[in-house]
């Protein structure tokens, strides 16, 4: 398929996604949140990828936030569908994959992009990169789950501290907060986002799914983590790569999945 916001690249089992708005500095618009989707559902789909890469095209930035444009005269009702569409769209959608998702953030990654990169699964920064939630300068409050994910990733204080100044923060400093796992030079950044997705394609795709979904069953309070957990757990004895893994154990090989 044809995309025109976006680029995909094809790197041994990852799928490399690039927000490709690069004089936009990647901000996000209607047509990008429609293409994201269509990209990351095809990856999901797609047997030779195990995990996926997204970040943004050029130097500066990640995504630089929405697309202010566009919703510039929404009312309140409009506003909200604008939410609840990008939230199910794309931000869930992330959130809930059954494939390792990693931000790449190579610059600038602001309100809706801030939001992107949290709802990944993990999250590389370039040193070069400076991250924040602006919203409030603009009337506005994070809509695209940046109150919740950031809450659960650094807490409650200094995830109000950064919602309600507005102000940035550098990888470093975000480092220090477990707002990312690994911060690189520039030029390495892709480099350990695919060492990463390597390293997890090494192992049962299936059990990586699995794991997901049981740590993200601890975030939703109409979930039972505790159950989820051992319900996946005992799913995985009657799999093949539960076989396949024991054996190589004992056999003292690498295993093959």
């Known amino acids: 398929?044809?995309?025109?916001?976006?680029?995909?690249?094809?790197?041994?089992?990852?799928?490399?996604?690039?927000?490709?708005?690069?004089?936009?500095?990647?901000?996000?618009?209607?047509?990008?949140?429609?293409?994201?989707?269509?990209?990351?559902?095809?990856?999901?789909?797609?047997?030779?990828?195990?995990?996926?890469?997204?970040?943004?095209?050029?130097?500066?930035?990640?995504?630089?936030?929405?697309?202010?444009?566009?919703?510039?005269?929404?009312?309140?009702?409009?506003?909200?569908?604008?939410?609840?569409?990008?939230?199910?769209?794309?931000?869930?959608?992330?959130?809930?994959?059954?494939?390792?998702?990693?931000?790449?953030?190579?610059?600038?990654?602001?309100?809706?992009?801030?939001?992107?990169?949290?709802?990944?699964?993990?999250?590389?920064?370039?040193?070069?990169?400076?991250?924040?939630?602006?919203?409030v300068s603009l009337g506005l409050i994070p809509g695209y789950g940046g109150t919740q994910r950031l809450t659960q990733l650094v807490g409650r204080g200094r995830a109000l501290e950064l919602i309600l100044t507005g102000e940035m923060i550098g990888a470093t400093q975000a480092e220090a907060y477990g707002l990312v796992n690994h911060v690189t030079e520039p030029a390495a950044l892709l480099d350990k986002a695919k060492a990463i997705i390597a390293r997890i394609a090494s192992r049962a795709p299936d059990a990586v799914g699995a794991a997901i979904r049981a740590v993200n069953a601890s975030l939703d309070p109409q979930q039972d983590g505790f159950r989820v957990e051992i319900d996946e757990f005992g799913k995985r004895f009657g799999t093949a790569e539960f076989r396949e893994g024991v054996e190589a154990f004992l056999s003292k090989r690498p295993p093959s999945f």
């Open 1 to 135: 398929m044809a995309y025109s916001t976006i680029t995909i690249q094809y790197d041994g089992r990852a799928a490399l996604i690039t927000i490709n708005r690069e004089s936009k500095l990647n901000a996000l618009n209607g047509i990008a949140l429609r293409e994201l989707n269509l990209a990351v559902r095809a990856a999901l789909e797609d047997p030779t990828v195990r995990g996926i890469i997204i970040t943004g095209a050029g130097e500066k930035a990640f995504v630089a936030g929405a697309d202010i444009a566009e919703f510039a005269h929404f009312d309140a009702s409009e506003g909200r569908r604008l939410a609840q569409d990008g939230q199910t769209m794309v931000f869930d959608l992330i959130h809930r994959a059954h494939k390792p998702v990693v931000a790449a953030i190579n610059g600038f990654a602001l309100g809706g992009g801030l939001e992107l990169a949290l709802a990944c699964h993990i999250r590389v920064a370039s040193q070069a990169a400076r991250l924040g939630l602006p919203e």
